[in-house]
Every structure is written in structure tokens, then in C-alpha cells.
């Protein structure tokens, strides 16, 4: 069969830069590689010296898909630091701006970068001629998202409302209920696009990899913001606070990136993580789309991710 070498350059529809490399040799396989390329940018030594306001402004820039999210992460570790409380209603509203992130970004996960594949297009672009009605149900629900940063984050990417101990504006309170109308209306349309996700399923590689699955976890409900770190791998929580023993930051000669591990040599984070790790807290409608997709906990295809 002779020698392959496969070299991938800048993958794309992949959130960041990435490289795969191949190798095999008589049909036997012996390297293969997913390779991050892109330069360090030392955000933690960019906040060196700068005022606590100014923080999560900065570290935003992380990602503008989901600023929402680091700038949340800098904000409850700077009000952790100091010792802030924040009021019910704060800590509410930024959960629900973290939601509106979580629509934003998933959606344009599965509906920009996933559903090509599955439908046989190269791109979003084509899907507009081929499958309108799945393309305009994306563009609805991604909307609804970015409606709902705007909203409470001040605008659709790196909010500039949220500041320790608060926000510096908040919306009206017919607003917020315009916004809960406006949630509760989009329902069918998550749900439609679960079906289109569920009805092509089966083109997924049926591939599994035993994994340690690592997500937050809280009592009161199913958490992307609040609790302590949780394992697939043990009984019991992690404290928040010993973040640094559980991720164990390491540099790979193959990528730029840093990597983790904690009780095995590498672990997951992410959608599927939270799911194995929460399942028990999903709300009725979401168990009943799991259920479809013939999700259970220990699921460990990561193409379900």
C-alpha cells in the first residue's frame, strides 16, 4: 500500500486555526496529529498592572463569539478576589445574558459549521439555494441570541453593561419581558432544528473513545455558570477554587495551545461534557431531544459533542 502523509493546512469552518497531520505506512497508521498553530497572545500577562474595571473589557477579546463568556469568568473572579456579593436580580440577569451566548454560539455551531457536512454542501452559502428553510431557521435562533446580548451585554459581542458588583445599565422591565415572549415563541423553531440535526444523525461517524468528561456542576439545575468542576472519572465535586489541580496546563511540541489532563492524559470539556455530567437537570423538552439523538450518560462519541 505504501506510504501516506496527509498535511492539512488551516482547516476550516473550525472556531480558532487548526492543522491535521496523517501518516501511515502499509495501511498502518502511525501519526496522527491535530495541530493548533496560532501565535500565544498572553492575555493572562496583558492584565498585569490594569485596573479590576478594566479586566473583563480586556479578556473579552479572547473570542468574539463567546466574549460573553470570558468576560463573565474575569468578573467573578475579580468579585471573588474582593469579596463582592452580587444582588439576585445581577446574578440572574448576567445568567440570562450567558444563555443568550450559549444560543448565539451554538447555533451558529451547528447551523454554519456542522449542518453543511451532514447536508453535502461546502459551505453555509450553498445551503441557501439547497435548504432554505433550515438555513433561514439558523439565521432566526442566531438572531434571537445576539437580540438577547444586545440586550443585557449593551451590545451583540464584548458586552460593555457588565462590571463588577453589577451592571453600569440595565434594560426595561417591558424589555425583558418582550425578550421572554420572544424566547418562548422560538421554541419550535429549537425544535425544528433538532429534528433536521436528528433526522441526519446517522451520517455521524459511529465512533466512541472511552473519555474523561469534565464539566461544572450545581444542585439547583443544569449549569453553565455556577457550581464546582465535576468528573466522569470520580464521585464528589472539585472546589472552584482548585481550578489550577484540575486543569495541569502542559505545552505539547504540537501545538501553540496549551493542554490539560487530570486523572487520565487528557480530558473533555463542552457540550457533551455537561451533559454527562448533568443529565439528571435537563428540562423535560431538552431530555425529550436527547432522547431522539439516543443520548445517555457515558456517551463518548465525540462527534455528539
Same mark, same amino acid.
Request: glycine share 6%.
Given at each position: 500500500?505504501?506510504k ?21 505506512? %502499509?495501511?498502518? #497508521? ?5 495541530q ?21 473589557? #480586556?479578556?473579552?477579546? #479572547? ?18 478576589a ?28 451547528v ?12 459551505s453555509?452559502?450553498?445551503l441557501?439555494?439547497?435548504?432554505? %428553510? ?9 438572531k434571537l ?7 443585557l ?15 453600569s445599565?440595565l434594560?426595561t ?5 418582550q ?7 422560538a ?6 432544528l ?7 444523525a ?7 473513545? %472511552? ?7 450545581? %444542585? ?30 502542559y ?9 490539560c489532563?487530570?486523572?487520565r492524559?487528557?480530558?473533555a ?15 423535560p423538552?431538552?431530555t ?5 439523538f ?6 463518548c ?5
Amino acid at each position: 500500500m505504501g506510504k501516506i502523509d496527509i498535511n492539512v493546512k488551516h482547516v476550516t469552518r473550525v472556531e480558532g486555526h487548526g492543522n491535521i497531520r496523517v501518516r501511515a505506512t %502499509d495501511g498502518t #497508521i502511525e501519526q496522527v496529529e491535530w495541530q493548533v498553530p496560532e501565535a500565544p497572545r498572553f492575555f493572562e500577562a496583558m492584565v498585569r498592572g490594569k485596573s479590576y474595571l478594566d479586566i473583563q473589557t #480586556i479578556v473579552s477579546r #479572547i473570542c468574539g463569539i463567546c466574549s460573553v463568556t470570558h468576560s463573565l469568568a474575569a468578573i467573578k473572579g475579580v468579585e471573588d478576589a474582593l469579596g463582592i456579593e452580587v444582588s439576585e436580580q445581577t446574578d440572574l440577569l448576567r445568567i440570562v445574558l450567558h444563555y443568550a451566548e450559549q444560543i448565539e454560539s451554538h447555533v451558529l455551531h451547528v447551523g454554519y459549521l456542522v449542518a453543511p457536512d451532514l447536508l453535502g454542501q461546502k459551505s453555509v452559502v450553498p445551503l441557501v439555494a439547497s435548504h432554505p %428553510d433550515v438555513v433561514m431557521t439558523v439565521i432566526k435562533l442566531h438572531k434571537l441570541g445576539n437580540a438577547g446580548m444586545e440586550l443585557l451585554g449593551g451590545r451583540m459581542t464584548h458586552p460593555v453593561t457588565v462590571k463588577p458588583g453589577g451592571f453600569s445599565q440595565l434594560p426595561t422591565e417591558a424589555a425583558l419581558r418582550q425578550y421572554q415572549e420572544d424566547l418562548k415563541a422560538a421554541l419550535p423553531l429549537a425544535g425544528s432544528l433538532a429534528e433536521v440535526v436528528v433526522s441526519l444523525a446517522d451520517k455521524l461517524p459511529a465512533f466512541e473513545r %472511552d473519555t474523561e468528561y469534565i464539566a461544572l456542576k450545581y %444542585d439547583d439545575y443544569y449549569t453553565f455558570y455556577h457550581g464546582n468542576i465535576a468528573s466522569t472519572d470520580t464521585s464528589g465535586t472539585e472546589d472552584i477554587h482548585q481550578f489550577e489541580s484540575v486543569v495541569n496546563e502542559y505545552v505539547s511540541p504540537q501545538s501553540t495551545a496549551k493542554w490539560c489532563k487530570w486523572h487520565r492524559d487528557s480530558y473533555a470539556v463542552g457540550a457533551l461534557a455537561r451533559f454527562n455530567v448533568n443529565a439528571d437537570k435537563l428540562l423535560p423538552e431538552a431530555t425529550a431531544v436527547a432522547q431522539k439523538f439516543k443520548l445517555a450518560p457515558g456517551a463518548c462519541n465525540p462527534y455528539f459533542n
